[in-house]
């Protein structure tokens, strides 16, 4: 069978076939920018199933008298809880860019390379500018 | 022929769909109480409650709820067929995530119409 040089070189190169373990997963294998906003999304996703609980349990206590607005307060304002809240919002802010983005892409919009590409910096950048936004407001 | 099991994909739009029209739906809710909240004075509780006492906050609110568990479903439900192979794990998972999608849901509206 006959391949063009570079192929022919490429098989040479690289081993195959190509086992994937977490050290290739972390190091060897770079995701391109649309799927680090892809990924995001899901870990963003996956991050707010959770925290739903707790958000309610603070929605709660907050509109049940002026003395559980007070705790909540309190609470919020303990250095471990704002973090935790600051990687909350990050995770919404970020799951509302880059879901505003997919649904742009689902009406064909922007599916070009170059385009995708700016409205994933975009997405990412704004994710990011939005929690630190936020984050100076709860400060 | 589509080989058709009770935990896969509904094979159809719907879920695709609602995920879509949830999504506009709390984007159109955050943008607004976004609006509202940031650039007042910070809160107090007689401002809280008293937003919280309205009707159409509660209506709006329990739309957003409705739209946040919908949506919640068909994501999880997503990342649960894409990492767990094992059907009868993935059908206890999915039960599980249901059930607490419905106790979100409950709770919520026990705050809202307290």
Same mark, same amino acid.
Request: charged share 15%; with cysteine; hydrophobic share 60%.
């Given at each position: 069978m006959l391949l063009p040089p570079s192929m022919a070189n490429a098989a040479i190169r690289k081993p195959r076939p190509k086992y994937l373990n977490l050290a290739a997963l972390l190091f060897e294998i770079r995701l391109p920018l649309a799927g680090w906003v892809s990924i995001l999304h899901r870990v963003s996703g996956a991050l707010l199933f959770f925290a739903v609980l707790w958000l309610l349990f603070l929605l709660d206590r907050s509109l049940s008298s002026a003395a559980g607005f007070e705790s909540v307060k309190r609470y919020l304002g303990v250095?471990?809880?704002?973090?935790?809240?600051?990687?909350?919002?990050?995770?919404?802010? =970020? =799951?509302?860019?880059? /879901?505003?983005?997919?649904?742009?892409?689902?009406? =064909?919009? /922007?599916?070009?390379?170059?385009?995708?590409?700016?409205? /994933?910096?975009?997405?990412?950048?704004? /994710?990011?500018a939005a929690t630190a936004l936020l984050g100076a407001r709860i400060w | 022929m589509v080989k058709r099991i009770v935990v896969g994909a509904h094979y159809g739009l719907r879920d695709w769909l609602a995920q879509r029209i949830t999504a506009v739906i709390m984007a159109i809710y955050t943008v607004?109480?976004? @609006?509202?909240?940031?650039?007042?004075?910070?809160?107090?509780?007689?401002?809280?409650?008293?937003?919280?006492?309205?009707?159409?906050?509660?209506? #709006?609110?329990?739309?957003?709820?409705?739209?946040?568990?919908?949506?919640?479903?068909?994501?999880?439900?997503?990342?649960?067929?894409?990492?767990?192979?094992?059907?009868? #794990?993935?059908? @206890?998972?999915?039960?599980?995530?249901?059930?607490?999608?419905?106790?979100?849901?409950?709770w919520t509206i026990q705050i809202l119409w307290r």
């Open positions: 250095p471990l809880v704002k973090v935790s809240l600051l990687v909350l919002i990050w995770a919404y802010c =970020h =799951h509302f860019f880059a /879901g505003v983005r997919f649904l742009a892409l689902d009406l =064909h919009k /922007g599916v070009d390379k170059d385009t995708a590409r700016i409205t /994933g910096i975009v997405a990412i950048v704004a /994710g990011l | 607004i109480a976004g @609006a509202v909240l940031l650039p007042g004075p910070p809160l107090s509780f007689a401002v809280w409650r008293d937003l919280f006492a309205q009707g159409w906050m509660r209506v #709006a609110t329990l739309l957003f709820a409705v739209s946040v568990a919908w949506h919640m479903w068909v994501g999880v439900r997503d990342i649960l067929m894409d990492y767990v192979r094992p059907d009868g #794990a993935r059908l @206890a998972l999915q039960v599980l995530v249901l059930v607490t999608i419905a106790a979100y849901l409950g």
